[in-house]
C-alpha cells in the first residue's frame, strides 16, 4: 500500500498570509505512459464532507478560487493557499490514486493566528 | 446539480449487520464508477470501496475484504454498502462518492463529489 504522509499536522497562519501544507508518499505516483502525478488535495470543513480541491497534482477543480494552488511531482507535493482567508479554516487531506487501495494523507488542519 | 443522500446508517452490536444506501441525481449515475469512504470520529478519510459502472468489478480496501459487499442498482440510481461481522473499529461516518471520468474508464482518478455521509456506530 502506498503510505501518505502529511506535514504539519497543524498550521496557524494570519489572514492575507501564505499556507504551506507538504504531502509525501511512500511510492511514485507518477505514471509514466502520461507523465501525470496521480495526487488529489481535498478541503473538509468542519460538519461537511470533503470537497475536491485539485486533481493531477496541480489542476485546480472547477470554481476553486485561484489562491489555491498544487505542486511537486514524484513524492513529493505541495498545497500553496497563497493569500489565507477566514473560509480557509479547513483540514486539507492529500490522496493518491495511483494504486489500489486509494490511500489519504493525515490531513493537516489550518487555522487562523 | 449533482447530489449523493446517504441514508441507512445507525447503532449496532459488534458481529452485526447493516446496509448503507446512497441515492444519485444530477448526473447520469450509469455511467460513473462509485466509491464509499469512511471517516472515524476525528480521524482521517479512508477508502473503503469501489464499483464499477455495470458492477462487473469490485474492489476493497483490505480491513473490510470478506466482510463488506458493495453494489448497486442503476435503475434506481443506488449504490449500497452491506456491511457485515460489523466490528468497534467500523465506527465511522460513511460517504458516498462520484469517481472522476477521466475517459480512461478506470477509477484510478479523484473523488469529484461526495455526499453529507451516514453514521455508523458499532458499540454493544
Known amino acids: 500500500d502506498i503510505v501518505m504522509t502529511q506535514s504539519p499536522d497543524s498550521l496557524a497562519v494570519s489572514l492575507g498570509e501564505r499556507a504551506t501544507i507538504n504531502c509525501k508518499s511512500s511510492?511514485?505516483?507518477?505514471?509514466?505512459?502520461?507523465?501525470?502525478?496521480?495526487l488529489a488535495w481535498y478541503q473538509q470543513k468542519p460538519g461537511q464532507p470533503p470537497k475536491l480541491l485539485i486533481y493531477w497534482a496541480l489542476t485546480r477543480e472547477s470554481g476553486v478560487p485561484d489562491r489555491f494552488s498544487g505542486s511537486g511531482s514524484g513524492t513529493d507535493f505541495t498545497l500553496t493557499i497563497s493569500s489565507l482567508e477566514a473560509e480557509d479554516v479547513a483540514v486539507y487531506y492529500c490522496?493518491?490514486?495511483?494504486?489500489?487501495?486509494?490511500?489519504f494523507g493525515g490531513g493537516t488542519k489550518v487555522g487562523i493566528k | 446539480e449533482v447530489q449523493l443522500v446517504e441514508s441507512g446508517g445507525g447503532l449496532v452490536q459488534p458481529g452485526g449487520s447493516l446496509r448503507l444506501s446512497c441515492e444519485a441525481s444530477g448526473f447520469t449515475f450509469s455511467s460513473y464508477w462509485m466509491s464509499w469512504v469512511r471517516q472515524a470520529p476525528g480521524k482521517g478519510l479512508e477508502w473503503v470501496a469501489n464499483i464499477k459502472q455495470d458492477g462487473s468489478e469490485e474492489y476493497y480496501v483490505g480491513s473490510v475484504k470478506g466482510r463488506f459487499t458493495i453494489s448497486r442498482d442503476n435503475a434506481r440510481n443506488s449504490l449500497y454498502l452491506q456491511m457485515n461481522s460489523l466490528r468497534a473499529e467500523d465506527t465511522a461516518v460513511y460517504y458516498c462518492?462520484?469517481?472522476?471520468?477521466?475517459?480512461?474508464?478506470?477509477?484510478?482518478?479523484?473523488?469529484?463529489?461526495w455526499g453529507q455521509g451516514t453514521r455508523v456506530t458499532v458499540s454493544s
Open positions: 490522496q493518491q490514486y495511483y494504486s489500489s487501495p486509494l490511500t
Open positions: 511510492q511514485s505516483v507518477l505514471y509514466s505512459a502520461n507523465y501525470r502525478n496521480y
Open positions: 462518492a462520484r469517481v472522476y471520468d477521466s475517459g480512461s474508464g478506470s477509477f484510478y482518478t479523484p473523488l469529484d463529489y
